[in-house]
């Protein structure tokens, strides 16, 4: 199969000796004309990813430098299961260097072994591609490179598409001009170098990206360049009879000449034979409103969280002071808090409340009290400098012990306690414009920093269930408190999380605790943290 580019730079060899910052250089995975990708492999955790290495000489040239910041800008503020992730960009005296999601290999090796797919495989693969050009199409970017190398397979076929270095934002009403992407891609209005839109451009590729899988050779195939590119001004092809009609119909509509007459990206997603098999689940994610738009750009470490992602509820070994974890600048803000407590029926005259507070003091928590008889309790005049969360002085460990033991004098309160261990609920959200990742990464770097146990759940968790979890314990000087985080969507423009009280234990005799105190206290510590 002849892909021939527009355009050839030269690579040299990398030292496969090397590290580069902690990814442990493996085998080529690929190579392009911009870039040698490889192997890393996390010196710690062992993790996997792939290694975008642009030599920084290249970087020089003002167009390819705009290619790769772009890519840059773009992967790091999309996430959708069907799309390459960046991790991170490192730069090193000769490379700069992108980490990739790794990926077991692409179409092109894909189609090289088996010349060509059946149709069930090739549609499993298409309808993964469609969503993702679907999301970039949402988002208002058009990939421009849609071909058999950008498009990554796992080995249980998940497809992500990569290689956004000549993608392109669209603004409503504008079109693009430049010439770019691969010549036997390439749809006629680029090659005619008239104006086009970028999604018609991508419809094409998707098009010509279906008839290679299905037939195994490009339709506009011929001996010259030239001929290849009038064959497709022309659309002059053919489609072998083993193709089923249902995908000559599609590959017809999307091999349309005319722009304005090609099939749109909603009509593919309905036609009989996209819909024949059920729809990959990632579907389900790809369309949830759990992708922000105004998810913004992370440098987020997935070696960070991967040994806590393997570890279950053990104690943290990351330094505190851990100076890989990025400080991010978030900003939560409380959204509901609630409690099954009726804690003047256990502390007779004390009510609670937490409720979030007016714009003045978005990220504070706010109380109050009816009347305190046994005068142990104050409330503070004004919310804490520190993190501009009021706190409640009775959630102070020592306030609360004091408090807990007069009380057992007073109203013989310890028999209530052991006797009406009624379950004690708990929720407060925060809620936050930054991507799940985000929040995730910055909850798992704050209960770090409180030195506390806990376990993330997968991401796959998180595809199937639109929402990631983290299961915690923290240990207080007299208290042990379990908590449960999760990550919700809130529509395309917030993210909450939930932070629920699971239950907490006096640590010295081990007994569960009919008391919000030290939840209060634990939830006050982490928002320190958090916010
Ligand atoms: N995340 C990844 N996991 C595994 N292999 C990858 C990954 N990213 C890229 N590759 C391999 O490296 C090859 C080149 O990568 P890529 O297309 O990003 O480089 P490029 O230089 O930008 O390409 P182009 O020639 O299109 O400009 C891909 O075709 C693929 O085989």
């Known amino acids: 199969m002849q892909t021939a580019t527009f355009s050839s730079i030269e690579f040299e060899n990398?030292?496969?000796?090397?590290?580069?910052?902690?990814?442990?250089?493996?085998?080529?995975?690929?190579?392009?004309?911009?870039?040698?990708?490889k192997l890393g492999i996390h010196s710690e955790t062992e993790e996997k990813v792939a290694l975008k290495m642009i030599r920084n000489a290249e970087l020089e040239d003002e167009t390819t430098w705009n290619h790769v910041l772009r890519e840059v800008m773009i992967l790091r503020s999309f996430r959708h299961p069907n799309i390459i992730s960046l991790y991170q960009v490192l730069r090193v005296p000769k490379y700069t260097v992108l980490a990739l999601e790794f990926m077991e290999t692409d179409l092109h090796s894909m189609l090289a072994r088996c010349k060509r797919l059946n149709e069930a495989v090739a549609r499993r693969i298409f309808q993964q591609v469609v969503f993702a050009i679907e999301y970039c199409h949402q988002n208002n970017v058009s990939h421009r490179d849609l071909k058999l190398e950008n498009i990554l397979v796992s080995n249980?076929?998940?497809?992500?598409?990569?290689?956004?270095?000549?993608?392109?934002?669209?603004?409503?009403?504008?079109?693009?001009?430049?010439?770019?992407?691969?010549?036997?891609?390439?749809?006629?209005?680029?090659i005619q170098g008239r104006y086009y839109d970028g999604c018609d451009v991508d419809i094409w590729g998707c098009g010509i990206l279906l008839y290679l899988m299905l037939v195994g050779e490009f339709p506009f195939e011929d001996v010259t360049i030239s001929n290849v590119l009038s064959r497709a001004c022309k659309g002059i092809y053919t489609v072998p009879s083993h193709v089923s009609s249902g995908a000559t119909d599609l590959i017809r509509q999307m091999l349309t000449v005319i722009p304005t007459d090609r099939i749109k990206i909603s009509d593919i997603i309905q036609h009989p034979w996209f819909v024949a098999d059920n729809l990959p689940s990632v579907r389900?994610?790809?369309?949830s409103t759990f992708f922000s738009e105004k998810d913004h750009i992370v440098n987020f470490y997935p070696a960070e969280l991967a040994h806590l992602f393997n570890s279950s509820l053990t104690s943290s070994s990351v330094s505190q002071n851990n100076s890989q974890l990025q400080s991010l600048d978030l900003s939560y803000l409380p959204v509901y808090a609630s409690s099954n407590t009726d804690l003047s029926s256990s502390a007779d005259n004390l009510s609670f409340q937490l409720f979030p507070c007016s714009d003045s003091h978005p990220n504070s928590l706010s109380y109050s009290e009816k009347k305190d008889p046994s005068g142990l309790v104050?409330?503070?005049?004004?919310?804490?400098?520190?993190?501009?969360?009021?706190?409640?002085?009775?959630?102070?460990?020592?306030?609360?012990?004091?408090?807990?033991?007069k009380m057992y004098n007073i109203h013989g309160f310890h028999a209530t306690i052991s006797t009406r261990l009624r379950k004690f609920r708990w929720h407060y959200g925060i809620q936050t414009n930054k991507s799940p990742r985000e929040i995730l990464?910055?909850?798992?770097?704050?209960?770090?920093?409180?030195?506390?146990?806990?376990?993330?759940?997968?991401?796959?968790?998180?595809?199937?269930?639109?929402?990631?979890?983290?299961?915690?314990?923290?240990?207080?000087?007299?208290?042990?408190?379990?908590?449960?985080?999760?990550?919700?969507s809130l529509g395309s423009?917030?993210?909450?999380?939930?932070?629920?009280?699971?239950?907490?234990?006096?640590?010295?005799?081990?007994n569960p605790v009919n008391s919000p105190m030290p939840c209060f206290e634990v939830v006050k510590q982490f928002l320190r943290k958090i916010i």
């Open 14 to 37: 990398v030292d496969v000796s090397q590290f580069i910052g902690p990814w442990k250089l493996g085998r080529t995975l690929g190579e392009g004309n911009l870039a040698k990708v």
């Open 156 to 190: 249980s076929l998940t497809v992500k598409l990569s290689d956004f270095s000549l993608s392109n934002f669209m603004y409503d009403g504008s079109f693009l001009r430049t010439s770019c992407g691969t010549p036997h891609y390439a749809a006629p209005e680029v």
């Open 284 to 287: 389900l994610s790809s369309h």
């Open 378 to 405: 104050t409330p503070p005049s004004k919310a804490s400098s520190e993190s501009h969360v009021n706190i409640l002085p009775t959630s102070l460990p020592s306030e609360h012990a004091t408090y807990m033991s």
């Open 441 to 488: 990464l910055q909850l798992c770097q704050s209960l770090q920093l409180l030195g506390a146990s806990f376990r993330p759940y997968s991401t796959e968790d998180f595809l199937r269930e639109n929402k990631y979890r983290v299961d915690a314990k923290i240990n207080t000087d007299s208290f042990i408190v379990y908590l449960t985080f999760e990550i919700f």
């Open 493 to 510: 423009l917030a993210n909450i999380i939930d932070i629920r009280f699971s239950g907490n234990k006096a640590s010295a005799i081990n």
